[in-house]
């Protein structure tokens, strides 16, 4: 059944389930509101709005910040909170809690938010009421409903009574979540489109959520999102389930304004600056600084790929062709803090996202994007899965896939694993730099054979040579070493593989070399 927008609700049914009329009812004069109305609300209602919207052109948000609002520097933005006794559901003991964002900073596109229980929906209007400011922010916060910029929500994932944030929705499409005892790090994003054109990369944005008012029994939370970009339109579903892992599933429908030929699916953005195997140009106390070290994927003939992630001197971008991949990622693997010796950034306690795809995705690529960059405030590495064939306009357009907060696969990983890649000169002596790489795997789980495997390792250009696999003592797993001639290339794939006698397995190594 579509949406019936205009429909008032009775006033009283509906502030008794929703937040309470401190959220819902504004004392000023309230902005126009294009999408989050108060109305009836259904599993349709978002599809709707979306494939509508996608019959006419594109029009950017017309809610300019005010002037007040228009020039805040990071710490100001920091310094506008909001207030946690107004926390969405705080005084109805539910499971979950919401948390509404202020616009400033980077955050200046308006997104509109509305509750929805019994079937109804309601505008959640701006007041200046439900944040606090502190010295920095010394400019009075609007009195106008000029929306928020996202919002955040709570769970109680690491101790029973205390509610900690579990994911934010803010900025364009971009989203983020954390699994038990993690720290943010990288997003995840609802599109990519255009990633490293030379002409721009465009950035749709979701310009409203609905969020399902949950039971008290409820351990996942459901939310809706519209989609927009000069491209596309699309209408989201996410169930979002925390935990020791945090599960968001993903129910996308995209209503393409023009053919999507260079479109991202299920989209990873993080940040990699240096590792043990690019320290070229490093001057840093620490060995390492990334949000995430590695690429894997589990390709749809069921091997699993791990691909040592790099701060380039030029872009780069690696294309992997698939058949209905069963999964991919960027993770984080050096759980460590020893490697990262930052007190602060806590970079062992990034999460990793790993990407299930729900039925056959057919042909493409899994798509990793690596950006030079001099910084870790910089997301520098893009990932996500790219069609064979171009979306095209007009086409409706469905996709679902399930996004994993946490260290990696959901399923049981019996197979040695990549730890770490390491490379430096193999002798100072030769007219041209000999390079030595050192990659350590983890044991097979569950193997009683102690003798190390043989190993091929094959590269594109060149000769690999002193190929060794042997124990690691300090590991318990092995360690492959081998030396290679990179002579004049300047760019060069190189690949590897353990071979054991009793069957067992372990990831495939792929890594691409360039010059620094």
Same mark, same amino acid.
């Given at each position: 059944?579509?949406?019936?927008?205009?429909?008032?609700?009775?006033?009283?049914?509906?502030?008794?389930?929703?937040?309470?009329? +401190?959220?819902?009812?504004?004392?000023?004069?309230?902005?126009?509101?294009?999408?989050?109305?108060?109305?009836? !609300?259904?599993?349709?209602?978002?599809?709707?709005?979306?494939?509508?919207?996608?019959?006419?052109? !594109?029009?950017?948000?017309?809610?300019?910040?005010?002037?007040?609002?228009?020039?805040?520097?990071?710490?100001?933005?920091?310094?506008?909170?909001?207030?946690?006794?107004?926390?969405?559901?705080?005084?109805?003991?539910?499971?979950?809690?919401?948390?509404?964002?202020?616009?400033?900073?980077?955050?200046?596109?308006?997104?509109?938010?509305?509750?929805?229980? /019994?079937?109804?929906? @309601? @505008?959640?209007?701006?007041?200046?009421?439900?944040?606090?400011?502190?010295?920095?922010?010394?400019? +009075?916060?609007?009195?106008?409903?000029?929306?928020?910029?996202?919002?955040?929500?709570?769970?109680?994932?690491?101790?029973?009574?205390?509610?900690?944030?579990?994911?934010?929705?803010?900025?364009?499409?971009?989203?983020?979540?954390?699994? /038990?005892?993690?720290?943010?790090?990288?997003?995840?994003?609802?599109?990519?489109?255009?990633?490293?054109?030379?002409?721009?990369?465009?950035?749709?944005?979701?310009?409203?959520?609905?969020?399902?008012?949950?039971?008290?029994?409820?351990?996942?939370?459901?939310?809706?999102?519209?989609?927009?970009?000069?491209?596309?339109?699309?209408?989201?579903?996410?169930?979002? /389930?925390?935990?020791?892992?945090?599960?968001?599933?993903?129910?996308?429908?995209?209503?393409?304004?023009?053919?999507?030929?260079?479109?991202?699916?299920?989209?990873?953005?993080?940040? !990699?600056?240096?590792?043990?195997?690019?320290?070229?140009?490093?001057?840093?106390?620490?060995?390492?600084?990334?949000?995430?070290?590695?690429?894997? +994927?589990?390709?749809?003939?069921?091997? @699993?790929?791990?691909?040592?992630?790099?701060?380039?001197?030029?872009?780069?971008?690696?294309?992997?062709?698939?058949?209905?991949?069963?999964?991919?990622?960027?993770?984080?693997?050096?759980?460590?803090?020893?490697?990262?010796?930052?007190?602060?950034?806590?970079?062992?306690?990034?999460?990793?996202? *790993?990407?299930?795809?729900?039925?056959?995705?057919?042909?493409?690529?899994?798509?990793?994007?690596?950006?030079?960059?001099?910084?870790?405030?910089?997301?520098?590495?893009?990932?996500?899965?790219?069609?064979?064939?171009?979306?095209?306009?007009?086409?409706?357009?469905?996709?679902?896939?399930?996004?994993? *907060?946490?260290?990696?696969?959901?399923?049981?990983?019996?197979?040695?694993?990549?730890?770490?890649?390491?490379?430096?000169?193999?002798?100072? /002596?030769?007219?041209?730099?000999?390079?030595?790489?050192?990659?350590?795997?983890?044991?097979?789980?569950?193997? +009683?054979?102690?003798?190390?495997?043989?190993?091929?390792?094959?590269?594109?250009?060149?000769?690999?040579?002193?190929?060794?696999?042997?124990?690691?003592?300090?590991?318990?797993?092995?360690?492959?070493?081998?030396? *290679?001639?990179?002579?004049?290339?300047?760019?060069?794939?190189?690949?590897?593989?353990? @071979?054991?006698?009793?069957?067992?397995?372990?990831?495939?190594?792929?890594?691409?070399?360039?010059?620094?």
């Amino acid at each position: 059944m579509r949406a019936r927008w205009g429909a008032r609700a009775t006033e009283g049914v509906l502030l008794a389930s929703l937040a309470g009329a +401190m959220l819902t009812l504004p004392s000023r004069a309230q902005a126009e509101i294009l999408y989050a109305r108060d109305g009836t !609300f259904d599993s349709q209602t978002v599809i709707e709005l979306a494939r509508n919207l996608s019959r006419a052109h !594109f029009s950017p948000p017309k809610s300019p910040l005010p002037e007040s609002l228009a020039h805040l520097d990071y710490d100001q933005y920091r310094d506008i909170r909001f207030r946690p006794a107004d926390a969405i559901w705080a005084r109805q003991g539910l499971p979950f809690r919401l948390q509404l964002l202020h616009r400033g900073w980077l955050f200046t596109e308006p997104v509109e938010i509305a509750l929805v229980s /019994r079937g109804l929906a @309601h @505008h959640i209007a701006y007041r200046p009421e439900l944040f606090t400011t502190g010295s920095l922010m010394t400019a +009075m916060l609007p009195a106008e409903d000029i929306g928020f910029s996202g919002l955040r929500i709570l769970f109680p994932i690491n101790r029973p009574a205390t509610f900690d944030e579990v994911a934010v929705l803010q900025g364009a499409s971009y989203f983020r979540a954390v699994g /038990r005892g993690q720290v943010y790090g990288l997003s995840a994003r609802g599109l990519a489109l255009k990633t490293a054109d030379p002409a721009g990369e465009e950035f749709p944005i979701f310009r409203a959520f609905w969020v399902e008012e949950p039971k008290r029994t409820s351990s996942a939370l459901v939310m809706h999102g519209l989609l927009d970009s000069p491209s596309t339109t699309g209408a989201f579903r996410f169930t979002i /389930r925390p935990g020791s892992v945090t599960i968001i599933e993903v129910e996308a429908v995209l209503f393409p304004r023009s053919d999507l030929d260079r479109v991202g699916l299920a989209t990873g953005t993080s940040m !990699f600056l240096f590792g043990p195997d690019d320290r070229v140009r490093v001057d840093d106390f620490r060995s390492e600084v990334h949000d995430s070290d590695g690429l894997l +994927m589990i390709n749809g003939q069921g091997e @699993h790929l791990w691909r040592p992630l790099a701060n380039p001197v030029e872009l780069q971008v690696s294309a992997f062709q698939d058949h209905s991949p069963r999964g991919f990622g960027l993770i984080q693997r050096d759980r460590n803090i020893a490697d990262y010796q930052d007190l602060e950034a806590h970079y062992e306690r990034r999460p990793s996202l *790993w990407v299930e795809p729900a039925g056959d995705w057919g042909d493409g690529a899994v798509i990793l994007t690596e950006i030079p960059s001099d910084s870790e405030i910089h997301d520098n590495i893009v990932a996500f899965w790219r069609p064979k064939t171009p979306i095209p306009a007009g086409q409706e357009f469905r996709c679902s896939y399930r996004l994993i *907060w946490g260290e990696g696969p959901s399923t049981q990983y019996a197979r040695a694993r990549i730890l770490a890649t390491r490379v430096g000169r193999a002798d100072v /002596r030769a007219p041209t730099p000999v390079r030595r790489f050192i990659v350590d795997y983890s044991r097979v789980p569950g193997q +009683m054979d102690t003798s190390p495997p043989e190993a091929t390792v094959t590269t594109s250009v060149g000769e690999a040579k002193d190929v060794v696999v042997a124990n690691n003592p300090i590991t318990g797993g092995y360690r492959l070493s081998f030396v *290679w001639n990179p002579k004049q290339a300047k760019l060069v794939e190189l690949r590897a593989q353990l @071979h054991f006698k009793n069957g067992g397995s372990a990831e495939t190594w792929v890594y691409r070399w360039t010059k620094p």
